[in-house]
């Protein structure tokens, strides 16, 4: 029994490297006073995770994590911290240090103790069907409701055909269709959410509140 | 590299994260570590995606495009957190923002009220 996705050994030594930087720049974020610097090792920590989803086959995530993470709220927290100006008193530890120590070792614990006792259902499962259109390739033939799967390209009809690659390694088209048909619904509520966020931020930026009273008739344009 | 390893790195992250959120004072210190936590959750995600099968594969039926893609459910679902997270880190900032010019602080001992 091999399994469908074979893990090499320089696979494996550039999971744990990943694993290694995710979590070593996250625990400066959490115990660094300066919080420039913890924004910092954030950014670090973001890029450790995207490398993380490249090694597990996921290009398309890794790259947005990349784009919107390291890219984008990275900036963000490097904004906030340069406008708050008494971030010269840096992050203090709050009262409960201990109760946070206890808290994320019972957390860990209890994950970990579930994610090698639990028997998780493998890929051998899978049909030989399903594991060559996962990473070969598969050809869709027909149009419109009437769609049937392939393994090899049909010869000599009228049928619309579409190659498509193995789902697992050319795993960004499968994942496009997948937001837009399966995922419909989600995606479009992703997108008012988005500017529910932005109009909420804008809102909650707008004027101070002392100057409100006054540039009330201007504001409400 | 195993799902359980992969697994022992996401609650690692998760972990930190909350230690973070429970441990510091200064507000952006916490909104830092709740997006460690975010990412925690999603590589967990991308883990099941990429090691455990899709049930629409394991039965007998004809294989269907739909159930060759609901093999990639995960990457979807990771996309959707990551959005989510996005929004929620610019929201909570113009919260920190708004509270910063009320009270001319960020610490979190300081936000017992909502007033302004």
């Known amino acids: 029994m091999t399994p469908v996705m074979e893990v090499s050994a320089l696979t494996t030594i550039a999971f744990w490297a990943a694993s290694a930087m995710t979590l070593g720049f996250a625990a400066i974020v959490v115990t660094q006073r300066d919080v420039f610097r913890a924004a910092i090792a954030l950014a670090g920590s973001f890029l450790g995770v995207g490398i993380l989803y490249f090694v597990l086959s996921a290009e398309f995530v890794g790259v947005v994590q990349i784009l919107v993470y390291v890219g984008a709220i990275s900036v963000l927290m490097a904004f906030a911290v340069m406008f708050i100006q008494d971030i010269a008193s840096g992050s203090r530890p709050a009262q409960g240090r201990l109760v946070g120590v206890a808290a994320a070792v019972l957390v860990f614990a209890a994950l970990a103790f579930t994610a090698y006792n639990t028997e998780w259902s493998s890929q051998n499962e899978l049909s030989p069907d399903a594991v060559v259109a996962l990473t070969e390739g598969y050809y869709e033939v027909g149009e419109g409701d009437d769609i049937r799967v392939e393994l090899t390209e049909p010869a000599g009809d009228n049928d619309v055909v579409v190659a498509n690659g193995g789902a697992f390694v050319e795993s960004t088209g499968a994942v496009g269709v997948l937001l837009v048909r399966e995922y419909m619904l989600a995606f479009e509520i992703i997108g008012l959410l988005l500017v529910a966020a932005l109009i909420g931020g804008l809102l909650l930026m707008r004027n101070p509140p002392s100057s409100n009273k006054t540039e009330k008739g201007d504001a409400s344009v | ?116």
Do not use: C, Q, W
Not at chain 2, 19 to 37: A, D, K, P
Not at chain 2, 54 to 67: H, I, K, N, R
Not at chain 2, 88 to 115: G, H, N, P, Q
């Open chain 2, 1 to 116: 590299m195993t799902i359980e390893n992969v697994l022992l790195v996401s609650a690692a992250l998760f972990a930190i994260g909350a230690y973070g959120v429970v441990s510091r004072r200064s507000l952006v210190t916490v909104i830092m570590s709740l997006e460690l936590m975010f990412n925690g959750v999603v590589i967990a995600a991308v883990a099941f995606s990429r090691f455990t099968p899709a049930a629409a594969l394991l039965s007998g039926d004809p294989l269907t495009a739909e159930a060759i893609r609901s093999a990639l459910t995960g990457h979807a679902f990771a996309i959707f957190v990551t959005a989510v997270a996005a929004g929620e880190a610019a929201l909570a900032f113009a919260l920190v923002f708004a509270m910063y010019r009320a009270t001319e602080s960020v610490e979190i001992t300081d936000a017992s009220e909502m007033k302004n």
